[in-house]
């Protein structure tokens, strides 16, 4: 049985009468394009702005930070040249004795020039005494073998006796250690 196309039409009309639903629009539960889009459009902007505030609290944190990073950097310097300093300072406090000692010596010598030599030595003694306080004491001494590490050869003299080769002549300046390490090497004239 053949249908026609106006009783389809009229058929669904028909439906729609006796259910009640002609002329209702689109129910409210589906939004229109339009709409869909904008709350698309809300939600991509609160995102953004929720980006733009992580982003500006970051960079705030991050310029604390290396804020703070600057100001320790400042604080190290200043403590390390506070040390330096304090270094120094022990360093020359007992070269300041030495250095009153021979104004008095000095004194002295200009009065009586006979008691000038031992006001000397005893400045000289007193500064080793200081220095060895400190930690340092003398290498090289006249006799003692010829040691590279220690000693350097300002130059050779034959030796008057076999025994005494390679062994220390004279001592032109002496030599520095500090604990074990060597600050300055003793220049020595070498017996071969």
């Known amino acids: 049985m053949r249908r026609d196309v106006n009783e389809t039409v009229d058929a669904d009309t028909a439906d729609a009468a006796n259910s009640g639903a002609v002329g209702e ?88 020039p006979e008691q000038l030599i031992p006001g000397i030595q005893a400045v000289r003694d007193g500064l080793k005494r200081n220095l060895e306080l400190l930690g340092f004491s003398e290498i090289g001494a006249k006799g003692e073998p010829f040691d590279p590490d220690r000693h350097e050869a300002l130059t050779a003299v034959p030796a008057p006796n076999e025994s005494l080769g390679n062994t220390v002549a004279e001592v032109v300046q002496v030599g520095v250690v500090k604990d074990e390490r060597l600050v300055r090497p003793a220049r020595v004239v070498v017996f071969q």
Do not use: C, H, M, W
Request: glycine share 4%; aromatic share 4%.
């Open 25 to 112: 629009t689109l129910p409210t539960d589906v939004a229109e394009p339009e709409t869909l889009e904008l709350s698309e459009a809300d939600v991509l902007r609160a995102e953004l702005e929720q980006a733009r505030t992580d982003a500006n609290d970051y960079k705030d944190r991050f310029l604390r930070a290396r804020a703070d990073l600057e100001n320790y950097r400042r604080r190290a310097a200043g403590d390390v040249q506070r040390a330096r300093d304090a270094g120094l300072d022990s360093a020359v406090l007992p070269l300041l004795s030495v250095y009153d000692d021979l104004g008095r010596a000095l004194s002295i010598g200009t009065d009586n």
